[in-house]
């Protein structure tokens, strides 16, 4: 079974930064396309980030560009979300994915 669970949410100030993490089990990262999503209270769920291929082509939503950086390591199965330059617009909860699997999401809240 396979199951994703992130860590690494937490309360910063703007301009910082917060590097979130997702580790699988039952699963491998090599050869999907794994994402970050999030979503804010009130707002749909979006996409933020996404990597392809086991660390191959990446994709930023354009509101983080320049801030964020996805990546993964396949030795320990574990996709990151280095955030930075926090503003309190990226607070949401903070989710990956690959399809059909979810992770339950970490809270990200960024304060001005």
């Known amino acids: 079974q396979v199951q994703l669970v992130e860590s690494g949410g937490g309360s910063v100030q703007a301009g910082g930064s917060l590097t979130l993490s997702c580790a699988a089990s039952g699963y491998t990262y090599r050869t999907a396309c794994m994402g970050w999503f999030r979503q804010a209270p009130g707002k749909e769920r979006e996409g933020v980030a996404r990597?392809?291929?086991?660390?191959?082509?990446?994709y930023y939503t354009d509101s983080v560009k320049g801030r964020f950086t996805v990546s993964q390591d396949n030795a320990k199965n574990t996709l990151y979300l280095q955030m930075n330059s926090l503003k309190p617009e990226d607070t949401a909860m903070y989710y990956c994915?690959?399809?059909?699997?979810w992770g339950q999401g970490t809270q990200v809240t960024v304060s001005s």
């Open positions: 994915a690959t399809d059909p699997y």
């Open positions: 990597i392809y291929g086991g660390g191959g082509n990446t």
